[in-house]
């Protein structure tokens, strides 16, 4: 092997003395509190009154824990094949969902913007989009090309589908390209809104375009759906269980090979998707089993007036009860039986629990992230003898509560939990020094205040920015609950050797 | 070289020299673009760490970006937390000024900052809330400073959002408090954001010659000593020249003399050190700076010599944002490296031109973004390396590609002398990778075949 080069990152570079000493000569002019105040006002902070305070809040968000609705809109859109993401607003928006989602899944995500400008602001967004449409035909290639708003074009009232008729008529979009849109302005819902927005749209748009009628049943197939999902490996556990069934399904949005593509030394702008022939056919199907309910409303209900599907939806299938209600889903859906190698799974799967439940037991949790994500956490925590303690949920709405709350009211664990909707994990930071827990769940957002509380952060949810490949492993299934379970025991145990003294510092645990 | 010393005749715009991309560029509808005005704006003051920045608007602006610089902070963290208003649908009817004033006294009861800074975005923007109203009030009956930034997202691109804080900064907080001494060596930086703490590593150089930094703009900055940035004796205009205009302003107003350097690549630091001492006036810091920066490349080329080796003849593309366009090439030709491709994106005609000095026509200039075109250019120059930002690596990656991260997310600090050998390293360590081996040769199976064949 040559010779590593010792290269040092900012953690290690700038704790040498020299630079330590260079910052400490800056703090004398700039902090003119004395150290005494410093901790006083952070020791205030953790206060009762300052949380009353903190709560009494109305106007302003400090550190929120949604994005919006065009993000979504663009996941959903990457969910089909050679989909092109079209956000129609000013150029910035489309910066921040690339760099959002790149962040996440360490891929590349392509979406093209109108780049909408002053001009544009005074006189509509037409001549944009028409543009907009012209040219990322002839630079992308895409077979569909989905249209999502940001909030500056529906403030000033843009009308896509009159602009997208002008732009057919134009010549300028081929009559047969199907072009779904959405209007997703970010004053209005969060990032799973869109989602569901653009996935309903996408179906609409297809099965319009088909001249085909719905004949429900009529097909054998199911239809899959897993809503806004920021785990490929959700998508690829879903197959493994329905392919143990043996049953035939169609995955309507299927996200994960445009964001988990090999590096086969060449870059394509669109890695896979629902083939979009596929969706006309859903209409046809035997059912619809969805893993997410807040994030698929309007998709739900559109398969169930206008298809007449016959539609089951869960939220996201976290640990043992949950699982075995999906594959009672699928099989019931299916008509097929649940096979044995899923039961045995099962098996194994609570033996791990029963593994480690020690460590689990009575450790009180606060967690935020989206509504049917949490629905699974709290399903999860209970399952394994954790108490939820505090839930915040941004864009949770009072069904979301009144769920959340009877899930807690059925196990004694849940009996110290209060649920949180539409606060922000400013408001988390208050709960977690007023009424202290011992673990933290939810996305990369919640670790600062978990560092400050002095808590582990288990990192579940989206958006995960700084931990590498989780979201490659499933955390839905009993493979799922495994994996999850690894990593809250594991945790768990990496804190008890770091905290513990010699004498405790165990061989077996 | 660039004119060491301007005399105001620099405006401004973006001037007009061609070679190969339009000053400025108005964003193309239909491409994956980059981004806006208020990003621009945002990651220009975000870095005055002890102000409170809250987003006036929906989520999106906010709840997508916040706390994803790495500007890193010496001491107070406040820039880092998220402060938005959050509007809603009946914010957008019945309008939100309302809700800004509660936001802006609730954030100064709270934090206490010393300003804030309120950003408005395509949404208010449109619907016309009296920000710059709401903003004064505020200022007045709170004693604190609050802050309007007026560029939201739909006026063009990050570049200009990085002009109009510029102005801000210009309008509103320069010349708005006295510093507690000055000396004749004071220099303050201009557009150097502290990215992985390179900062850091320029000031020690400063201190080592006798200068020293008055105000930090706004890499590290405070907001007080930003207000008492007219009292310097120079300043530096560091790799950006969205934030030039500033410059020339104070240069206008207060009689500050200004020059345009980089501290990628020895030569670059050196010269700008020497640009420095030249307008202190100061013969002695003038002759401590030549000892320095002999001193320092003498080291460093002994230093680098190992990297050197390795690094000789490769060849990158480089697609990063405007004038590190220019200034990291240099850093890359005293490694040896050939750079036979440049983006010019985001880069001025001024850029451009200085891009054109250092590689003439030896690469491919890349005008448009698209990550087809970077890899055009990979494959038709043969190119070892990509060089590049977050938004394009994993791209590069698919290609199996070697690719360093050279934008804001990094945690490795390449300015000055100590940088370019961080760099050099870096360099190395990525083209090392056994990664690449893996990916040169076909599987096992895929090579009987072959063979068979």
Same mark, same amino acid.
């Given at each position: ?509 | ?80 937390? #998220?402060?938005?208003?959050?509007? %809603? *649908?009946?914010?957008? @009817?019945?309008?939100?000024? +309302?809700?800004?004033?509660? $936001? !802006? ?85 201009? #557009?150097?954001?502290?990215?992985? %703490? *390179?900062?850091?590593? @320029?000031?020690?150089?400063? +201190?080592?010659?006798?200068? $020293? !930094? ?240």
């Amino acid at each position: 092997m040559s010779e590593r080069p010792n290269i040092v990152d900012h953690n290690q570079l700038f704790r040498q003395d020299k630079y330590v000493r260079q910052r400490e000569e800056k703090r004398a002019f700039e902090a003119p509190c004395s150290p005494e105040e410093v901790t006083d006002t952070l020791e205030y902070t953790k206060t009762k009154e300052y949380k009353d305070k903190n709560f009494a809040r109305t106007a302003v968000v400090v550190n929120p824990a949604k994005a919006c609705q065009p993000l979504g809109a663009v996941m959903a859109a990457l969910g089909f094949e050679k989909t092109l993401p079209f956000i129609h607003g000013s150029q910035g928006c489309t910066a921040y969902f690339r760099s959002h989602l790149a962040r996440h899944f360490k891929e590349p995500v392509p979406a093209v913007s109108t780049s909408m400008t002053e001009d544009a602001a005074v006189f509509g967004g037409m001549r944009n989009l028409i543009d907009g449409i012209e040219n990322c035909i002839a630079l992308y290639q895409p077979e569909m090309i989905a249209v999502c708003t940001t909030c500056m074009a529906e403030v000033i009232g843009d009308d896509l589908s009159a602009f997208l008729a002008n732009a057919r008529q134009e010549g300028v979009l081929p009559e047969d390209m199907p072009v779904p849109f959405a209007n997703t302005p970010s004053f209005s819902g969060s990032h799973i809104t869109g989602y569901d927005a653009m996935l309903r749209s996408v179906l609409e748009t297809l099965y319009n375009k088909s001249g085909r009628t719905a004949q429900p049943g009529h097909e054998l197939k199911l239809n899959v759906l897993l809503g806004f999902d920021g785990y490929t490996g959700n998508f690829a556990e879903m197959r493994r269980m329905l392919g143990m069934f043996g049953a035939t399904y169609t995955i309507l949005g299927d996200h994960s090979s445009n964001f988990d593509s090999g590096a086969t030394g060449e870059y394509s702008y669109y890695y896979g998707g629902t083939p979009l022939e596929d969706v006309p056919k859903a209409a046809d199907a035997a059912g619809t089993l969805a893993i997410q309910q807040y994030s698929l409303r309007k998709t739900l209900g559109y398969m169930k007036q206008t298809w007449g599907q016959q539609v089951s939806s869960i939220s996201t299938p976290l640990g043992i009860r949950a699982t075995d209600r999906l594959l009672e889903e699928i099989s019931r859906l299916s008509g097929r039986e649940i096979p044995e190698a899923l039961k045995q799974e099962r098996a194994r799967i609570v033996d791990a629990m029963m593994d480690s439940h020690a460590y689990l037991h009575g450790k009180r949790v606060a967690m935020a992230g989206d509504p049917d994500m949490l629905i699974g956490l709290i399903g999860f925590c209970l399952e394994l003898g954790m108490e939820p303690v505090h839930i915040v949920c941004s864009n949770g709405d009072r069904k979301f509560e009144k769920e959340a709350e009877l899930l807690l009211k059925s196990s004694p664990y849940g009996a110290e939990a209060t649920v949180h909707s539409g606060q922000d994990l400013w408001h988390m930071r208050s709960l977690l020094f007023q009424d202290p827990v011992d673990l933290a769940i939810g996305s990369s957002h919640l670790k600062f205040a978990a560092k400050e509380a002095e808590i582990p952060l288990l990192r579940v949810g989206f958006p995960i920015f700084d931990r590498h490949h989780l979201h490659r492993y499933p955390i839905i299934g009993y493979q799922g609950a495994l994996n999850l379970l690894t990593q809250f025991v594991n945790t768990i145990l990496d804190v008890m050797e770091e905290q513990a003294p010699d004498h405790s510092f165990d061989l077996v645990r | 070289m660039e004119p060491a010393v301007s005399n105001g005749r620099l405006e401004v715009s973006c001037g007009n020299k061609i070679p190969k991309s339009t000053p400025c560029p108005r964003p193309v509808p239909g491409e994956a673009s980059g981004g806006c005005s208020f990003d621009g704006a945002q990651i220009t003051l975000i870095p005055i760490a002890d102000a409170a920045h809250l987003v006036h608007g929906p989520i999106a602006c906010l709840g997508n970006s916040w706390e994803s610089r790495g500007s890193l902070s010496s001491g107070p963290e406040l820039s880092a937390y #998220g402060f938005t208003t959050d509007l %809603g *649908e009946q914010d957008i @009817i019945f309008g939100s000024e +309302q809700k800004l004033h509660e $936001s !802006i006294r609730y954030i100064v009861s709270r934090f206490a900052p010393p300003a804030v800074f309120v950003y408005t975005t395509c949404v208010t923007a449109l619907t016309g809330e009296d920000i710059e109203g709401v903003c004064k009030a505020e200022s007045e009956r709170l004693g604190t400073p609050i802050i309007p930034v007026n560029s939201p997202g739909f006026v063009g691109s990050k570049n200009l959002g990085t002009r109009l804080a510029g102005d801000v900064l210009f309008q509103h907080i320069i010349g708005s408090t006295e510093p507690e001494q000055t000396t004749s060596h004071d220099i303050n930086l201009i #557009g150097e954001y502290n990215i992985a %703490g *390179e900062m850091w590593h @320029i000031e020690r150089l400063m +201190q080592q010659a006798g200068m $020293s !930094i008055l105000s930090r703009i706004t890499g590290d900055g405070r907001f007080r000593e930003v207000g008492w940035a007219h009292r310097a004796k120079a300043n530096m205009v560091v790799c950006s020249r969205a934030l030039l205009g500033l410059a020339v302003q104070m240069e206008r107003k207060y009689g500050i003399p200004y020059f345009e350097g980089s501290f990628y690549g020895a030569k670059e630091t050196s010269y700008s050190l020497r640009q420095m001492a030249y307008l202190t006036g100061d013969r002695d810091v003038e002759r401590r700076v030549d000892k320095l920066a002999a001193r320092e490349e003498m080291r460093l080329s002994l230093e680098l010599e190992p990297y050197r080796k390795q690094l000789k003849g490769k060849r990158a593309v480089l697609y990063t944002g405007g004038v590190k366009s220019w200034s990291v090439i240099t850093a890359l030709q005293e490694l040896g490296i050939k750079v036979v491709g440049v983006g010019t994106n985001k880069s001025t005609a001024e850029d451009v031109s200085r891009i054109a000095d250092r590689i003439g026509d030896d690469a491919e200039y890349i005008p448009e973004g698209g990550a087809r075109q970077i890899l055009k250019t990979v494959r038709s120059r043969k190119a070892d390396m990509v060089i590049a930002g977050g938004r394009n690596m994993y791209m590069a990656l698919k290609e199996q590609i070697p690719f360093v991260d050279i934008n804001q997310e990094r945690h490795k600090a390449y300015a000055g002398y100590d940088g370019l050998l961080s760099l050099a390293k870096q360099l190395v360590h990525t083209l090392q990778h056994p990664v690449w081996e893996l990916t040169a040769k076909l599987a096992p199976w895929e090579e009987e075949t072959e063979f068979a064949d």
